[in-house]
Protein backbone atom coordinates (compact mmCIF):
# COMPACT_ATOMS: atom_id res chain seq x y z
CA UNK A 1 0.00 0.00 0.00
CA UNK A 2 2.79 2.75 0.82
CA UNK A 3 4.92 1.38 -2.14
CA UNK A 4 1.39 2.48 -4.31
CA UNK A 5 1.18 6.29 -2.55
CA UNK A 6 4.81 6.16 -2.89
CA UNK A 7 4.40 5.86 -6.61
CA UNK A 8 8.38 5.38 -7.02
CA UNK A 9 8.95 8.68 -5.41
CA UNK A 10 6.58 10.85 -7.89
CA UNK A 11 4.05 10.99 -4.98
CA UNK A 12 4.40 14.39 -3.84
CA UNK A 13 3.51 15.28 -7.47
CA UNK A 14 0.77 12.91 -8.21
CA UNK A 15 -0.82 13.06 -5.29
CA UNK A 16 -0.83 17.40 -5.14
CA UNK A 17 -2.34 17.29 -8.82
CA UNK A 18 -4.75 14.36 -8.49
CA UNK A 19 -5.71 16.05 -4.85
CA UNK A 20 -5.99 19.30 -5.95
CA UNK A 21 -8.43 18.66 -9.50
CA UNK A 22 -10.10 16.50 -6.84
CA UNK A 23 -10.71 19.20 -4.23
CA UNK A 24 -11.63 21.90 -7.07
CA UNK A 25 -14.65 19.80 -8.64
CA UNK A 26 -15.96 19.44 -4.87
CA UNK A 27 -15.90 23.01 -4.14
CA UNK A 28 -17.57 23.66 -7.74
CA UNK A 29 -20.16 20.87 -6.56
CA UNK A 30 -20.56 22.80 -2.64
CA UNK A 31 -20.61 26.53 -3.94
CA UNK A 32 -23.52 25.03 -6.64
CA UNK A 33 -25.61 23.40 -4.50
CA UNK A 34 -25.62 25.96 -1.81
CA UNK A 35 -26.31 28.77 -4.57
CA UNK A 36 -29.31 26.56 -5.63
CA UNK A 37 -30.60 26.09 -2.59
CA UNK A 38 -30.73 30.36 -1.83
CA UNK A 39 -31.34 31.12 -5.56
CA UNK A 40 -35.37 28.60 -4.89
CA UNK A 41 -35.40 30.36 -1.15
CA UNK A 42 -35.50 33.42 -2.38
CA UNK A 43 -38.18 32.13 -5.71
CA UNK A 44 -40.37 31.22 -3.11
CA UNK A 45 -40.23 34.41 -0.79
CA UNK A 46 -41.08 36.46 -4.42
CA UNK A 47 -43.66 34.39 -5.86
CA UNK A 48 -45.67 35.02 -9.11
CA UNK A 49 -45.41 38.26 -9.87
CA UNK A 50 -49.07 39.92 -10.98
CA UNK A 51 -48.18 41.60 -13.86
CA UNK A 52 -45.60 38.51 -15.39
CA UNK A 53 -46.00 37.00 -18.06
CA UNK A 54 -47.80 33.21 -18.52
CA UNK A 55 -45.54 30.25 -18.33
CA UNK A 56 -43.87 29.34 -21.68
CA UNK A 57 -44.35 32.93 -23.45
CA UNK A 58 -41.11 34.02 -24.50
CA UNK A 59 -40.43 37.38 -23.37
CA UNK B 1 -42.77 11.69 -35.82
CA UNK B 2 -40.99 15.53 -35.92
CA UNK B 3 -39.29 17.13 -32.81
CA UNK B 4 -39.69 20.41 -32.61
CA UNK B 5 -36.48 21.92 -31.06
CA UNK B 6 -37.53 25.38 -30.70
CA UNK B 7 -40.13 24.02 -27.84
CA UNK B 8 -36.64 23.75 -26.06
CA UNK B 9 -35.48 27.32 -26.75
CA UNK B 10 -37.35 28.25 -23.56
CA UNK B 11 -36.58 28.37 -20.51
CA UNK B 12 -40.25 26.72 -19.23
CA UNK B 13 -39.63 23.83 -21.79
CA UNK B 14 -36.18 23.44 -21.30
CA UNK B 15 -36.14 23.08 -16.87
CA UNK B 16 -37.82 20.26 -16.79
CA UNK B 17 -36.21 18.15 -19.74
CA UNK B 18 -32.49 19.19 -18.18
CA UNK B 19 -33.76 18.01 -14.94
CA UNK B 20 -34.13 14.70 -16.83
CA UNK B 21 -30.66 14.40 -18.24
CA UNK B 22 -28.79 15.56 -15.04
CA UNK B 23 -28.91 12.13 -13.01
CA UNK B 24 -27.97 10.16 -16.35
CA UNK B 25 -24.99 12.78 -16.94
CA UNK B 26 -23.73 12.38 -13.52
CA UNK B 27 -24.09 8.60 -12.92
CA UNK B 28 -21.99 8.52 -16.13
CA UNK B 29 -19.03 10.65 -15.27
CA UNK B 30 -19.10 8.89 -11.81
CA UNK B 31 -18.42 5.46 -13.24
CA UNK B 32 -16.33 6.16 -16.02
CA UNK B 33 -13.93 8.65 -13.41
CA UNK B 34 -14.10 5.49 -10.96
CA UNK B 35 -12.59 3.29 -13.92
CA UNK B 36 -10.57 5.62 -15.23
CA UNK B 37 -8.96 6.45 -12.11
CA UNK B 38 -8.18 2.84 -11.55
CA UNK B 39 -6.71 2.68 -15.25
CA UNK B 40 -4.36 5.33 -14.42
CA UNK B 41 -2.96 4.84 -11.22
CA UNK B 42 -2.96 0.85 -11.04
CA UNK B 43 -3.83 -0.62 -14.58
CA UNK B 44 -1.34 1.35 -16.46
CA UNK B 45 2.31 0.51 -16.06
CA UNK B 46 5.15 2.43 -15.36
CA UNK B 47 6.77 4.58 -18.35
CA UNK B 48 10.05 3.55 -19.45
CA UNK B 49 11.11 7.81 -19.86
CA UNK B 50 9.21 9.46 -17.29
CA UNK B 51 8.49 6.67 -14.32
CA UNK B 52 5.22 7.03 -12.39
CA UNK B 53 5.30 10.99 -12.97
CA UNK B 54 3.15 10.82 -16.36
CA UNK B 55 -0.11 9.52 -14.36
CA UNK B 56 -0.61 13.10 -13.84
CA UNK B 57 -1.82 13.25 -18.19
CA UNK B 58 -5.37 11.34 -17.03
CA UNK B 59 -6.59 14.69 -15.10
CA UNK B 60 -3.76 16.95 -17.49
CA UNK B 61 -5.13 16.36 -20.92
CA UNK B 62 -8.75 15.81 -20.42
CA UNK B 63 -8.70 18.86 -18.03
CA UNK B 64 -7.35 20.60 -20.65
CA UNK B 65 -8.95 19.32 -23.36
CA UNK B 66 -12.27 20.79 -22.37
CA UNK B 67 -11.05 23.83 -21.24
CA UNK B 68 -10.68 24.80 -24.44
CA UNK B 69 -13.70 22.43 -25.75
CA UNK B 70 -15.71 24.44 -23.13
CA UNK B 71 -14.82 27.63 -24.44
CA UNK B 72 -16.22 27.37 -28.13
CA UNK B 73 -19.53 26.43 -26.89
CA UNK B 74 -19.69 28.76 -24.46
CA UNK B 75 -18.44 31.39 -27.50
CA UNK B 76 -21.39 29.32 -29.53
CA UNK B 77 -23.96 30.25 -27.27
CA UNK B 78 -23.13 33.57 -27.05
CA UNK B 79 -23.16 33.67 -30.70
CA UNK B 80 -26.61 32.12 -30.93
CA UNK B 81 -27.69 34.87 -28.00
CA UNK B 82 -26.07 37.79 -30.11
CA UNK B 83 -27.86 36.57 -32.69
CA UNK B 84 -31.35 35.86 -32.13
CA UNK B 85 -31.73 36.75 -28.98
CA UNK B 86 -32.54 34.09 -27.11
CA UNK B 87 -32.48 33.88 -23.12
CA UNK B 88 -31.82 29.86 -23.06
CA UNK B 89 -28.38 30.81 -25.02
CA UNK B 90 -27.28 33.11 -23.14
CA UNK B 91 -28.35 31.27 -19.89
CA UNK B 92 -26.28 28.71 -21.15
CA UNK B 93 -23.49 30.82 -22.10
CA UNK B 94 -23.40 31.86 -18.03
CA UNK B 95 -24.05 28.50 -16.96
CA UNK B 96 -20.37 26.84 -19.07
CA UNK B 97 -18.46 29.51 -17.86
CA UNK B 98 -17.35 28.52 -14.13
CA UNK B 99 -16.53 25.22 -15.02
CA UNK B 100 -14.37 26.44 -17.99
CA UNK B 101 -12.82 28.17 -15.51
CA UNK B 102 -12.33 25.30 -12.94
CA UNK B 103 -11.04 23.20 -15.88
CA UNK B 104 -8.24 25.65 -16.98
CA UNK B 105 -7.13 25.63 -13.49
CA UNK B 106 -7.09 22.10 -13.39
CA UNK B 107 -5.27 22.07 -16.39
CA UNK B 108 -2.79 24.56 -15.11
CA UNK B 109 -2.18 23.03 -11.56
CA UNK B 110 -1.52 19.33 -12.70
CA UNK B 111 1.01 20.94 -15.41
CA UNK B 112 2.62 22.52 -13.20
CA UNK B 113 3.09 19.74 -11.13
CA UNK B 114 3.92 17.21 -14.10
CA UNK B 115 6.24 19.80 -15.18
CA UNK B 116 8.40 19.98 -12.17
CA UNK B 117 9.73 16.35 -11.57
CA UNK B 118 10.00 16.14 -15.95
CA UNK B 119 11.10 19.65 -16.58
CA UNK B 120 12.77 20.67 -13.46
CA UNK B 121 10.06 23.81 -12.95
CA UNK B 122 6.84 24.33 -12.27
CA UNK B 123 6.35 27.14 -14.32
CA UNK B 124 8.36 28.26 -17.75
CA UNK B 125 6.73 31.30 -20.00
CA UNK B 126 6.16 28.96 -23.07
CA UNK B 127 3.58 29.51 -25.65
CA UNK B 128 1.32 26.73 -24.56
CA UNK B 129 1.36 27.51 -20.93
CA UNK B 130 0.92 31.51 -21.11
CA UNK B 131 -1.91 31.28 -23.75
CA UNK B 132 -3.35 28.88 -21.67
CA UNK B 133 -3.61 31.31 -18.48
CA UNK B 134 -4.44 33.89 -21.02
CA UNK B 135 -7.64 31.24 -21.41
CA UNK B 136 -8.01 31.37 -17.27
CA UNK B 137 -8.03 34.96 -17.37
CA UNK B 138 -10.86 35.12 -19.98
CA UNK B 139 -13.12 32.97 -18.08
CA UNK B 140 -12.66 35.21 -15.04
CA UNK B 141 -13.03 38.14 -17.37
CA UNK B 142 -16.12 37.31 -18.46
CA UNK B 143 -17.43 35.96 -15.14
CA UNK B 144 -16.08 39.41 -13.71
CA UNK B 145 -18.01 41.21 -16.22
CA UNK B 146 -21.13 39.64 -16.11
CA UNK B 147 -21.47 40.43 -11.82
CA UNK B 148 -20.19 44.40 -13.09
CA UNK B 149 -23.41 44.67 -14.94
CA UNK B 150 -26.73 44.76 -13.19
CA UNK B 151 -29.36 44.21 -16.58
CA UNK B 152 -29.06 40.56 -17.30
CA UNK B 153 -29.93 41.43 -20.55
CA UNK B 154 -27.07 43.72 -21.34
CA UNK B 155 -24.98 41.53 -19.25
CA UNK B 156 -25.50 39.17 -21.68
CA UNK B 157 -24.80 41.16 -24.85
CA UNK B 158 -21.19 42.02 -23.10
CA UNK B 159 -20.20 38.57 -22.14
CA UNK B 160 -21.06 37.60 -25.65
CA UNK B 161 -19.10 39.73 -27.65
CA UNK B 162 -16.08 39.39 -24.72
CA UNK B 163 -16.27 35.22 -25.32
CA UNK B 164 -16.67 35.51 -29.17
CA UNK B 165 -13.45 38.05 -29.16
CA UNK B 166 -11.79 35.37 -26.97
CA UNK B 167 -12.06 32.56 -29.67
CA UNK B 168 -9.01 34.32 -31.37
CA UNK B 169 -6.97 32.86 -28.22
CA UNK B 170 -8.06 29.10 -28.50
CA UNK B 171 -6.15 28.27 -32.43
CA UNK B 172 -3.37 29.92 -30.54
CA UNK B 173 -3.35 27.51 -27.81
CA UNK B 174 -3.75 24.18 -30.02
CA UNK B 175 -1.37 24.96 -32.31
CA UNK B 176 1.39 26.83 -29.65
CA UNK B 177 2.90 23.72 -30.05
CA UNK B 178 3.81 24.02 -33.40
CA UNK B 179 3.98 27.13 -34.50
CA UNK B 180 6.81 28.02 -31.91
CA UNK B 181 9.77 26.02 -30.12
CA UNK B 182 8.01 25.35 -26.53
CA UNK B 183 9.03 23.41 -23.91
CA UNK B 184 5.41 21.54 -23.24
CA UNK B 185 5.40 18.71 -25.72
CA UNK B 186 3.57 18.47 -29.31
CA UNK B 187 0.68 16.42 -29.33
CA UNK B 188 0.84 12.74 -28.88
CA UNK B 189 -3.09 11.96 -30.22
CA UNK B 190 -3.83 13.28 -33.93
CA UNK B 191 -6.25 12.75 -35.88
CA UNK B 192 -3.76 11.72 -38.55
CA UNK B 193 -1.41 9.82 -37.35
CA UNK B 194 -1.50 6.20 -34.77
CA UNK B 195 -1.40 7.74 -31.03
CA UNK B 196 2.20 7.54 -29.96
CA UNK B 197 1.81 5.69 -26.65
CA UNK B 198 0.50 2.42 -24.80
CA UNK B 199 -2.86 1.49 -25.81
CA UNK B 200 -4.11 1.20 -21.81
CA UNK B 201 -2.65 4.87 -21.42
CA UNK B 202 -4.90 5.82 -24.35
CA UNK B 203 -7.65 3.58 -22.71
CA UNK B 204 -7.63 5.25 -19.66
CA UNK B 205 -6.84 8.79 -21.06
CA UNK B 206 -9.78 8.34 -22.77
CA UNK B 207 -12.13 6.91 -20.34
CA UNK B 208 -11.37 10.18 -18.23
CA UNK B 209 -11.65 12.84 -20.94
CA UNK B 210 -15.44 11.39 -21.37
CA UNK B 211 -15.41 11.19 -17.45
CA UNK B 212 -14.62 14.52 -17.80
CA UNK B 213 -17.50 15.89 -20.43
CA UNK B 214 -19.88 14.25 -18.82
CA UNK B 215 -19.34 15.76 -15.31
CA UNK B 216 -19.26 19.52 -17.22
CA UNK B 217 -22.44 18.65 -18.94
CA UNK B 218 -23.92 17.44 -15.92
CA UNK B 219 -22.54 21.22 -13.68
CA UNK B 220 -23.46 22.62 -16.59
CA UNK B 221 -27.34 21.63 -16.53
CA UNK B 222 -27.67 21.98 -13.14
CA UNK B 223 -26.27 25.91 -13.03
CA UNK B 224 -28.21 26.67 -15.82
CA UNK B 225 -31.41 25.58 -14.11
CA UNK B 226 -30.20 27.95 -10.74
CA UNK B 227 -29.93 30.41 -12.95
CA UNK B 228 -33.08 30.05 -14.51
CA UNK B 229 -34.79 30.27 -11.41
CA UNK B 230 -32.60 33.41 -10.36
CA UNK B 231 -33.37 35.20 -13.85
CA UNK B 232 -36.81 33.94 -14.26
CA UNK B 233 -38.07 34.66 -10.61
CA UNK B 234 -41.59 35.90 -10.65
CA UNK B 235 -42.48 34.33 -13.46
CA UNK B 236 -45.22 32.26 -13.43
CA UNK B 237 -43.76 28.59 -14.36
CA UNK B 238 -41.13 29.29 -11.39
CA UNK B 239 -43.96 29.59 -8.73
CA UNK B 240 -45.77 26.51 -9.81
CA UNK B 241 -42.38 23.89 -9.58
CA UNK B 242 -42.81 21.51 -7.58
CA UNK B 243 -39.21 22.64 -5.74
CA UNK B 244 -40.33 26.30 -5.43
CA UNK B 245 -43.61 25.29 -3.75
CA UNK B 246 -42.59 22.68 -1.40
CA UNK B 247 -40.42 24.60 1.28
Not at chain 2, 144 to 150: E, Q, S, T
Not at chain 2, 192 to 218: C, Q, R
Request: charged share 10%; with cysteine; proline share 4%.
Amino acid sequence: MSTFFAMNGYGFYIWCAYGAAALALVVELLVLRSRRRSVLAEARLTGPDSATVPAGVTR
Amino acid sequence: MTLNWFRYASPATFYPLAGKMIPWFAWAAGVLAAVGIYIGLVVAPTDFQQGDAYRIIFIHVPAAWLSMFLYVVMACWSALALGFNTRLSAMMAQAIAPTGALMTFIALWTGAFWGRPTWGTYWAWDARMTSELILLFLYLGIIALRHAIDDPRRADRACGVLALTGVVNIPIIYFSVQWWNTLHQGSTISMTKAPAMAAIMLTGMLIMSFAAWFYAIAVALVRVRTIMIERERGAAWIAELAEVRNA
